[in-house]
């Protein structure tokens, strides 16, 4: 992937689903496609983590060209895992000892996850300062990134409305991006522009829109971090809490998902808004890893955890380049028209 039009090269935008320390195993799937010569990055749709990822990317981009861009992803959750060291979320001797990367039995995990169902962020007097904020102004050039050639497409959900808006590169700020990760049972809403604002997984994990309706580009890679589908039920309280998190997360997303296929099945799709709808081509990189680490472990910062994650992300976006380098600019590896069917 390069930061610039070269011949033969493919054009191509990004959507980048948001949850918490698991955006790293996206981290290593972006590494794996600045390797890419043949692909030409035009735009990068991102939430939450997702969101993170992109600014650290094209702030890369922007002074170092592709090792730049990987440079700066490595110096973000390095500095991300430096700044969980001193965290209270911390695994317990018991998952150590099983070798599970989950909290699930963290007292202060426990603990504030049973606080979060009886107190508001706003009864705790004094809340430190985020240090992913201090990570953010000293990491990126906000000045810089705003007149940047990558667009960005930054999803927050207004608290007042209750509606998702999409920032772009000249409103792109720390705030922007810390609002975009704003979970509002650990958080106090983020004000941006006299607004309040919510993390935008609940409006769009990615939102779809901007890339269509802004973009050349009818290519998309949707980078997934939570999952659609799981085979079994939840059961227990926890994994009920964490299914409702994943299905509300997913919403925005499978209705564009759903437009597009719509659009792609109309015979005469004429000129405007529903050609570009309909021209759209996705493709998914998603692992099967991460279903399987369970919603406490996105809270856990450790450089190890997040090391293997870009571990995975690289070889599960390897393996995409591998099998579909040349579908890319020509056809869907994702089948968009099982959006269409009846669960």
């Known amino acids: ?34 390797e890419e010569e043949g692909f030409t990055l035009e735009a990068i749709s991102g939430t939450s983590a997702g969101a993170m990822n992109a600014a650290a990317l094209a702030h ?3 002074t170092g060209g592709r090792e730049g861009a990987r440079e700066s ?10 700044a969980a060291t001193f965290s209270p979320f911390q695994r317990s001797p018991l998952d150590r000892l099983m070798g599970r990367w989950s909290l699930d039995f963290s007292p202060m995990y ?4 049973l606080m979060a169902r009886l107190i508001s962020p706003y009864d705790l007097s004094g809340q430190g300062a985020n240090p992913l904020r201090t990570i953010l102004t000293d990491l990126i050039d906000f000045d810089r990134l705003s007149t940047g050639r990558i667009k960005l497409f930054i999803t927050c959900t207004n608290v007042r ?25 650990m958080y106090q809403a983020v004000e941006v522009d006299g607004e309040l604002y919510w993390d935008g997984g609940y409006t769009g994990n990615p939102t779809i829109a901007p890339l269509v309706r802004e973009c050349d580009s009818h290519d998309t890679i949707l980078v997934q971090i939570n999952p659609v589908v799981r085979s079994q039920a939840p059961k227990t309280a926890q994994e009920i809490h964490n299914r409702i998190n994943e299905v509300s997360f997913n919403a925005p997303l499978l209705k564009e998902l759903k437009m597009i296929a719509l659009l792609r099945k109309v015979a005469d799709l004429g000129d405007g808004e529903g050609q570009q709808w309909g021209q759209m081509r996705v493709h998914l990189i998603r692992s099967d890893l991460l279903p399987t680490l369970g919603a406490s472990s996105k809270l856990n910062a450790e450089w190890e955890f ?38």
């Open 1 to 34: 992937m390069v930061n610039q039009s070269s011949t033969g090269s493919r054009l191509v935008d990004l959507a980048l689903q948001g949850g918490g320390s698991h955006g790293a195993f996206t981290w290593g799937v972006l590494d794996r496609l600045l």
């Open 60 to 62: 890369g981009l922007l």
């Open 73 to 82: 992803l490595h110096t973000f959750w390095r500095q991300v895992a430096n």
């Open 110 to 113: 426990i603990a504030t996850d």
């Open 161 to 185: 409305t209750g509606r998702g808006r999409v920032f772009r590169n000249p409103e792109v700020t720390a705030d922007v991006l810390l609002a975009s990760a704003c979970l509002p049972t």
């Open 306 to 343: 997040l090391i293997m994650l870009r571990d995975e992300g690289r070889r599960v976006a390897d393996e995409f380049v591998t099998k579909h380098r040349n579908d890319v600019g020509v056809r869907s590896t994702l089948d968009i028209d099982s959006f269409l069917e009846e669960a």
